[in-house]
């Protein structure tokens, strides 16, 4: 098999003497060697002149995708992540792996750094339905007046007295036609808050 002409490399030839990747380079650059990414501005240069700063959020002015986070590419044609993602790493430092980074202003444009905070995926589904912007397609309804809604306000009194009582929530799940862990949420007022342990 005929392979690449560039030291060192050993895919397969493609054309003019060089692999794909290379040829690629050849095409664009004249020199197969150039890597176009190593070439890119900094994403620090092209971050900030996208942020306009104020007293309160520094909202970002670039693209933004279909909820209002900002984006900015990161390499290649179609890598790109969320803006205030960059912004905290820029200002703090490194997101560690399975972290969400967080809005305490809860403005998706918003990029300014001391409003950003680092959490889990559960954090951040409790700081939106805690902001009440978990709409599902209920619209924002709470409770049994949410059309999605499985259980009513009496139901849900009647599962916590069943759970105080010593009933196992996989048994009370059975009994009412839910998932242990959606008796397991109400019982410690993860849902239905609106209602009262006492009803």
Request: overall charge positive; hydrophobic content about 30%.
């Amino acid at each position: 098999m005929r392979a690449c002409s560039v030291d060192g490399c050993y895919a397969k030839h493609f054309g003019m003497g060089f692999c794909n990747k290379h040829y690629r380079r050849w095409r664009a650059h004249g020199d197969p060697l150039v890597d176009a990414r190593a070439q890119r501005t900094p994403i620090a240069d092209r971050f900030w002149p996208k942020v306009e700063k104020s007293d309160g959020c520094w909202i970002w002015t670039g693209c933004r995708c279909n909820r209002g986070y900002g984006q900015i590419g990161t390499g290649g044609k179609t890598a790109h992540t969320t803006a205030h993602r960059v912004s905290y790493e820029l200002n703090k430092g490194p997101i560690p792996d399975g972290m969400h980074v967080l809005h305490s202003c809860d403005n998706p444009p918003c990029v300014r750094p001391d409003h950003l905070f680092l959490g889990t995926h559960t954090d951040n589904m409790r700081d939106m339905w805690a902001k009440q912007r978990g709409r599902c397609d209920g619209a924002g309804k709470v409770g049994s007046k949410n059309p999605r809604s499985v259980l009513t306000e009496e139901v849900v009194a009647e599962i916590r007295r069943m759970a105080t009582s010593g009933a196992k929530h996989k048994a009370i799940a059975e009994i009412f036609g839910v998932t242990r862990q959606a008796i397991s949420y109400v019982v410690r007022l993860e849902t239905w808050k609106h209602v009262g342990e006492s009803e």
